[in-house]
């Protein structure tokens, strides 16, 4: 079996300066789950990794942000795909913990919890951090524009070695042509 991990806001669905701090707020973006469909037909097992400094903020409580994850599993399950499993960090970045990206917390506790390596595995991400924070745990890089992914080409943070794509499904047919 294959292991792809998903950054959420800005790929899965559209993203928010003021955060996604309820179900109403989570909208897909378009093409993202029939993506996420592709793969669990091709036998993946998708991951989904976030920043959710919200909480820390109190933008929103662990409840909304359990809500916003069950309507995203409900959308993606309806539409015929699954996802394994959703880690998350919790703190704001002044915290300086370990499991907010780029730091590496959050995919050490995917190998931990999978006990599959992340070596050559696709990240899909859309900032600067997730393309760091995939070299860093030796995943392979891959950003979306979608989000804040085409001001992260324009900040001249696209390095060489990350696979850029215009969207989710984009890197979906990336990676399963």
Not at 22 to 28: G, L, N
Not at 33 to 45: C, F, K, P, Q
Not at 102 to 120: S, V
Request: proline share 5%; charged share 25%.
């Amino acid at each position: 079996m294959k292991l792809i991990i998903l950054d959420r806001d800005g790929v899965i669905n559209y993203d928010s300066d003021d955060y996604i701090k309820s179900p109403d707020e989570w909208v897909p973006i378009e093409g993202s789950l029939e993506a996420i469909s592709r793969l669990t037909h091709a036998d993946y097992r998708i991951i989904v990794v976030s920043n959710q400094s919200g909480l820390a903020r109190k933008l929103f409580s662990i409840d909304d942000l359990n809500q916003i994850h069950q309507k995203m599993l409900r959308e993606i399950a309806l539409h015929g795909g699954m996802i394994d499993a959703i880690f998350f960090c919790p703190h704001a970045p002044e915290d300086d913990c370990y499991c907010r990206k780029p730091n590496p917390g959050l995919f050490d506790q995917i190998t931990f919890r999978t006990g599959l390596p992340l070596d050559d595995v696709p990240y899909v991400g859309d900032k600067g951090c997730d393309i760091e924070v995939a070299r860093n745990v030796g995943a392979r890089p891959m950003l979306v524009k979608t989000g804040y992914g085409q001001k992260t080409i324009d900040a001249g943070q696209v390095t060489d070695g990350v696979i850029v794509c215009e969207d989710l499904a984009g890197a979906v047919d990336h990676l399963l042509d």
